[in-house]
């Protein structure tokens, strides 16, 4: 007969045997839902030559000077119920996608205005259910940032004032190290 400490012992052993199997067949409670690599944003694809970033969405607008060394394709989308402007960044010679840059504006004198604070609050749901549950916060703003394990973040930041500001999405590659 087995005393009580031996009893304990084989409930531990099954309760860890349990756990390794559960997480072999589910896998980690941690990387439910989480992408396991940003590499663009709606087709777009960091390192994509302007030519093929240009079959993507014909339909985008090419600035060839939109900032700073940079040149972009730009169109408007719905997130939700949200009217967006994505805006895909080139860089270098020849041109490649950098990254991605989505901004969805809160102001009153929009046709159809929802609050900041909403558009905020769909965004990080929308996020957490693509890139796990899990962000990282950066500084004292609304800055949320996720990193796949395989590469590329999503960082959103929020500028409320009031009902009224911006929500911004950027989609970017890691830096190699």
Do not use: H
């Not at 067949?25 to 439910?32: E, K, P």
Request: proline share 5%.
């Amino acid at each position: 007969m087995m005393d009580v400490g031996g009893m304990v012992r084989v409930q531990q052993v099954f309760l860890v045997a349990c756990l390794i199997a559960s997480t072999l067949v589910f896998g980690t409670a941690g990387a439910a839902g989480q992408a396991s690599r940003i590499d663009g944003y709606d087709g777009y694809r960091f390192g994509m030559s302007l030519d093929e970033a240009r079959r993507v969405n014909p339909q985008a607008l090419f600035n060839p000077k939109c900032s700073a060394g940079r040149q972009c394709l730009s169109y408007e989308t719905k997130i939700s119920a949200f009217d967006a402007l994505v805006i895909v960044r080139l860089t270098g010679k020849p041109a490649r996608v950098e990254d991605v840059l989505v901004t969805i504006e809160s102001f009153t004198n929009r046709p159809v205005f929802y609050p900041c604070k909403t558009v905020l609050a769909e965004l990080v749901r929308l996020l957490k259910a693509r890139y796990g549950s899990n962000p990282v916060r950066i500084g004292a703003m609304d800055s949320l940032t996720w990193a796949a394990p395989n590469g590329g973040t999503a960082e959103l930041t929020s500028i409320c004032l009031g009902q009224e500001g911006s929500n911004d999405v950027i989609y970017r590659p890691s830096n190699p190290m």
